[in-house]
C-alpha cells in the first residue's frame, strides 16, 4: 500500500503549530459564487475551509460539490459529512469521490434532525452513526477495503476528524464519548462553540487525565456574538449550547451599535485564555455568515501570519 501524504491541516498540527481552520455554508443554489467568494475572504488567515453538509436539515448546495470549488480555487477544505443523510454505500462512493479530487480532511457528523428543517417530513436513513462513519473512514484508508470485504485499488487518503461537545447533558459522559471516536479512529477534534470557557477547562482537564490529549488535536469551536439578540437566542434555542450570563450581561452593557463589536472582543479574549490549555491544538472559528470577521479576530488573537509548511 503506497504511503499516505498529511493534508496541510494534518502537517500543520503534527508539527506542533496552532491549527485555524474555519466554516462556510454552501448556498441554497446550483451557482457556487457564494461559498467561493466567502472562501476568499479568509483564506490568507486560516488553514483550512470546513463545508457544512446541509447544515440545520436544510437543503443546500452538496458539501461535496462545494469542497471541489474550493480546491479548485487552490484552496483547502474539510469535508464534512453526516450520516443523516446516506447509507454506507452512498458514504464510501463520497468519500472516494472526494479523495478523487484531492480533498483530503473529513469532518463525520450525526447532522440535524430533519424535523428542524425545510423537509421535517423527509426520511432519515442513519444506517451507520458518526462512530461507525469514524471506523468506516479509517478502515478504508488503513485497510483499503469497503465494508463489504472488497478491496479498494487506491484507498482514500483522508486526515479524519469529528465533532465533540463539551456542554451537552449528561456532563460526565462526555470525555468518554470522545474516547469512543478516538478510539473509533478520529485524529481531529472541532467543539462545539465555547462560551463557559470555566466548563470548557474542566472538559480539558477531564481529557488530560486520560492522556487522550496525546492521541487526537483538539480545536475548541469559537463563534463571535454579533448582538444580545444572538446570544439569548443561543443560549434559549440551540440544543447543547452553553452560554453564562455573564456573556449576555457584558453584551447587554454597550450599546445597540457597538454589540457586534463586543462580540468580536470576547472572541479574542476566548481565544487568547484558551490558547494556554494543555491539549489545546488549534481553533475552529465559525463565523455565521459573518466571514469578513474571521481575518480581524485571527490576527488580533495572535494566530497570524499563519504558518507554511511542505
Known amino acids: 500500500m503506497e504511503i499516505r501524504t498529511a493534508s496541510k491541516l494534518e502537517k500543520i498540527l503534527k508539527n506542533g503549530h496552532m491549527a485555524v481552520s474555519s466554516e462556510c455554508g454552501p448556498p441554497r443554489s446550483s451557482d457556487a459564487k457564494g461559498i467561493i467568494e466567502k472562501a476568499h475572504l479568509i483564506k490568507d488567515h486560516v488553514d483550512c475551509i470546513n463545508v457544512t453538509d446541509n447544515q440545520t436539515s436544510v437543503t443546500r448546495l452538496c458539501s461535496l460539490a462545494a469542497c471541489i470549488h474550493l480546491k479548485h ?49 423527509a426520511q432519515n436513513v442513519f444506517d451507520l452513526d458518526s462512530i461507525q462513519l469514524i471506523q468506516t473512514s479509517r478502515y478504508m484508508r488503513d485497510e483499503g477495503k469497503f465494508l463489504g470485504g472488497g478491496d479498494i ?20 459522559i462526555r470525555v468518554p464519548r470522545l474516547a469512543k471516536k478516538i478510539a473509533a479512529g478520529a485524529e481531529f477534534i472541532q467543539t462545539q462553540c465555547v462560551y463557559n470557557l470555566e466548563k470548557f477547562e474542566k472538559w480539558m482537564e477531564a481529557v488530560v487525565e486520560r492522556g487522550l490529549h496525546e492521541k487526537v488535536f483538539i480545536m475548541p469551536g469559537i463563534t463571535p456574538m454579533r448582538s444580545v439578540a444572538m446570544a439569548k437566542y443561543m443560549a434559549k434555542s440551540v440544543p447543547g449550547m452553553d452560554v453564562p450570563k455573564d456573556v449576555i450581561a457584558r453584551l447587554s452593557g454597550v450599546a445597540k451599535d457597538k454589540q457586534a463589536d463586543e462580540g468580536i472582543t470576547i472572541a479574542v479574549e476566548a481565544i487568547e485564555r484558551l490558547k494556554q490549555i494543555k491539549g489545546v491544538a488549534g481553533f475552529h472559528i465559525m463565523a455565521i455568515e459573518w466571514e469578513e470577521k ?10 497570524y501570519p499563519r504558518p507554511i509548511v511542505d
Request: charged share 20%.
Open 73 to 121: 480555487e487552490g484552496l483547502e477544505p474539510v469535508l464534512q459529512m453526516v450520516v443523516r443523510d446516506r447509507n454506507r454505500i452512498a458514504l464510501q462512493s463520497d468519500i472516494l469521490g472526494a479523495a478523487s479530487f484531492g480533498i483530503n480532511n473529513m469532518l463525520c457528523l450525526s447532522g440535524d434532525h430533519q424535523s428542524f428543517g425545510d423537509h421535517p417530513s
Open 153 to 172: 485499488e487506491k484507498p482514500p487518503n483522508m486526515f479524519i476528524g469529528a465533532a465533540a461537545n463539551p456542554f451537552a447533558d449528561p456532563f460526565k
Open 294 to 303: 474571521v481575518p480581524e479576530i485571527v490576527e488580533r488573537s495572535g494566530l
